[in-house]
């Protein structure tokens, strides 16, 4: 069992920036950043895999958020000139295995962190 723990949330103005880190207790095969609001479905923010040299984004966080991942276990969320929209809660999701369909598709995910809360407001 995997287990993933996230920090980093908080409230910010819009056009700041914050930074979410998720560190999971075992190596993973791809890793991902999730947020929710509610009374919406959990979307997938951005991802990578193990090994790739390419990175995964919604639309909505193109060129505004940058993820990284250090070895096998460690991710971060680089997120800058943030917005109101994004406010939501942000989870932090891992899988130790392959799956058929896109790295924003959270059934693909075996593993997700508790979540840590994102707010942008003046």
């Known amino acids: 069992q995997v287990q993933l723990v996230e920090s980093g949330g908080g409230s910010v103005q819009p056009g700041g920036s914050l930074t979410l880190s998720c560190r999971a207790s075992?190596?993973?095969?791809?890793m991902a950043w999730f947020r929710q609001v509610p009374g919406k479905e959990r979307e997938g923010v951005a991802g990578?895999?193990?090994?790739?040299?390419?990175e995964y984004y919604a639309d909505s966080v193109q060129d505004r958020f940058t993820i990284s991942r250090k070895n096998y276990n460690e991710l971060t969320l680089q997120m800058n000139s943030l917005r109101p929209e994004d406010t939501a809660t942000y989870y932090c999701?891992?899988?130790?295995?392959?799956?058929?369909?896109?790295?924003?598709?959270?059934?693909?995910?075996?593993?997700w962190g508790r979540g840590t809360q994102v707010t942008v407001s003046s």
């Open positions: 999701a891992a899988s130790t295995s392959w799956y058929s369909g896109g790295w924003a598709e959270a059934a693909g995910y075996s593993y």
């Open positions: 075992e190596d993973t095969y791809k």
């Open positions: 990578v895999y193990t090994g790739a040299t390419s």
